[in-house]
């Protein structure tokens, strides 16, 4: 069965620093991009970073640059987001999601649908204080 699994969210005080981890299981990490998206309450989905299979090309969205950074282990299938400098504006759900394809850009930044991304985590809650 597959399962894309989120942890590592937490309250956090303003200019502190989180590392979220994503598990995944049931299907050929190492073939797949993968990608943290984060959602508040009333807002849609939007993505924060995305990386291919090789780790050879990267996204990142414009409100996170310099302050995030995004790896993943293919031998342990585990994606992680280093995440620095937060801001109260970063409180969100974030999820980990599988990617289809190779246009990793388009789902990232938000000018392709999400309908089409099947492997979604439930999520883990990164609340910043001020």
């Known amino acids: 069965q597959v399962q894309v699994m989120e942890s590592g969210g937490g309250l956090v005080q303003a200019g502190g620093s989180l590392r979220l981890s994503c598990t995944a299981s049931?299907?050929?990490?190492?073939?797949?991009?993968m990608g943290w998206f984060r959602q508040a309450p009333g807002k849609d989905r939007e993505g924060v970073s995305c990386?291919?299979?090789?780790?050879?090309?990267?996204y990142y969205a414009d409100f996170v640059k310099g302050r995030f950074t995004i790896s993943r282990d293919n031998a342990k299938k585990t994606l992680s987001l280093q995440m620095n400098s937060l801001k109260p504006e970063d409180t969100a759900m974030y999820y980990c999601?599988?990617?289809?394809?190779?246009?990793?850009?388009?789902?990232?930044?938000?000018?392709?649908?999400?309908?089409?991304?099947?492997?979604w985590g439930k999520g883990t809650l990164v609340a910043i204080s001020s």
């Open positions: 999601a599988a990617l289809p394809g190779f246009r990793l850009d388009e789902y990232c930044s938000g000018s392709r649908g999400l309908s089409d991304i099947h492997y």
């Open positions: 049931g299907f050929t990490f190492r073939d797949y991009s």
């Open positions: 990386v291919s299979w090789s780790e050879s090309s990267t």
